[in-house]
């Protein structure tokens, strides 16, 4: 089964091949957008961790933690198993997972995490209903129901 911090690695390998600045934040609500069009597209998790509530928008405990320690930095460190290897969701096979990781990369590579942070904290989104609700979790039909964000630039 594929994890959080696999899709954080496989952004991350994306983001070294292209020379692409990724903070901790920035990673954060890309996997949540990922997580947000796959659920959309095909009607199913793409992981089991949940997104928590926190102040700057959707976060997966586990990733935070990883690569806390970059704290506002570009992330430079894949997460590393126990015995130093990474996984990462392979790509190449023309999966649903490929399609939709190449559509949300494409728009959203080059936005900040504080940009991205602010779309995550519209009205109406799955994160801004969990928190009037005072929710832990985002509630995955709030995420599922969730319009596309629009970019403003």
Not at 9 to 29: C, G, H, V, W, Y
Not at 73 to 86: A, C, H, M, Q, V
């Amino acid at each position: 089964m594929i994890t959080a911090l696999d899709v954080a690695n496989t952004f991350l390998a994306r983001a070294k091949k292209e020379k692409i600045d990724i903070s901790p934040m920035k990673l954060q609500k890309l996997i949540y957008i990922l997580y947000k069009n796959y659920l959309k597209e095909t009607k199913k998790k793409l992981f089991s961790d949940k997104f928590e509530v926190w102040k700057y928008g959707p976060v997966i405990s586990e990733v935070y933690q990883a690569f806390k320690e970059y704290r506002s930095n570009r992330i430079t460190e894949f997460y590393l198993n126990k015995d130093g290897s990474y996984n990462t969701v392979k790509l190449g096979n023309n999966s649903h997972f490929d399609k939709i990781f190449e559509k949300v990369w494409n728009k959203y590579r080059l936005i900040d995490g504080i940009y991205l942070s602010q779309l995550t904290h519209q009205r109406n989104t799955a994160w801004s209903k969990a928190d009037d609700r005072d929710d832990i979790f985002l509630n995955d039909h709030d995420i599922f129901e969730e319009e596309e964000y629009e970019i403003v630039i």
